[in-house]
């Protein structure tokens, strides 16, 4: 299927240059990447992978150094403008103008983008965001999830195509968290491309129909969310042994599984092909008695370096079992 591009960037590359004191830094090492037209797209990286530079770019914040990008059609280059005016950027920090209010703050940043004024939707895109009620308090009396709310709001006034949130729920509590996914999601449904960025992968998880993950400015991979969950959702699960063991039971010989020690025997776990209650009851089959057992999940780290460790080494400091070309 071809389906139009909301955002295509090929080759993008940008190279932060040191000053004196500081070394140069690879920010985005020739990043290829579309994100479909419609789509809820999560651009998932640990904190200084790279994400903000990406965003920034698009939002001409930051000059690329190399590659190129287009935005609903339009090249970032060539047509500035137009590249710009198809986005609106939820920046991370959390700063409103303290002494206007929220309609106040959308009707001048309406002007900013030079949006005529029966052409506004001040009123209605403060219902989208469920700040009707607060349309006329001053924005130093708004809490901090409504402040956030106003930041989307105030990225949507000239009524782009698409909306980029920067960590969205970066230090937010898990309810305000919850409250502003339902936000996002409303706004693409009501039609809007979403691309956000977070370094946590619940989040993701939760939001998103495609991940994009980014280690070390290095796309690593860009998957439908449930086909990338297949991949990495792994859990540990670690039995401490009543009778030390010396070598693995016969019956538990499919399972992906160590001996960590003679009575600590740890099973990997593929949650999306084996339930935990089969393997408790091939545990239970094998003659085993449980002292105790404990569970572990795969952390974001682990699946970068899980993600990471296919494709080249180089990034990464060898570890015994890896041999050097
Ligand atoms: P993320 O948003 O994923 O946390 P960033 O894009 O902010 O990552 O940063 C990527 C890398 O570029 C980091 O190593 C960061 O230190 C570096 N970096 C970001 N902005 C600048 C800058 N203005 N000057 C120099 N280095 C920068």
Known sequence: MTQEAAIEVTGLKKLYRGSGKTAPVLALDSIDLTIPRGSIFGLLGPNGAGK?????????????????????????????????????????????????????????????????????????????????????AYSRTLSGGMKRRLLVAKAMVHSPPILILDEPTAGVDVELRQQLWENIRKLHAAGTTIVLTTHYLEEAENLCETIAIINHGQLVACEPTEVLLARIDEKEMIFDLAEPLDEVPAGLKGYNLHL?????????????????????????????????????????EDVFLQLTRPSSGEDQVPSDDQVDD
């Open 52 to 136: 903000s530079t990406f965003i920034n770019i698009l939002a001409g914040l930051v000059r690329k150094t190399a590659g190129s990008a287009e935005i609903w059609g339009f090249d970032l280059d060539k047509y500035p403008r137009n590249a710009r005016n198809s986005i609106g950027v939820v920046p991370q920090e959390l700063f409103i103008d303290p002494f206007f209010t929220p309609f106040e703050t959308l009707e001048m940043q309406a002007g900013l983008y030079g949006v005529p004024k029966r052409a506004r939707r001040s009123r209605e895109i403060l219902r989208m965001v469920q700040l009707e009620d607060k349309a006329d």
């Open 260 to 300: 960590e020690r003679p009575d600590r025997m740890v099973i990997q776990v593929n949650r999306s092909t084996t339930t935990v209650g089969e393997i408790l009851e091939s545990v239970h089959q094998a003659g085993l008695t449980i002292r105790d057992l404990s569970t572990s999940e795969t952390d974001l």
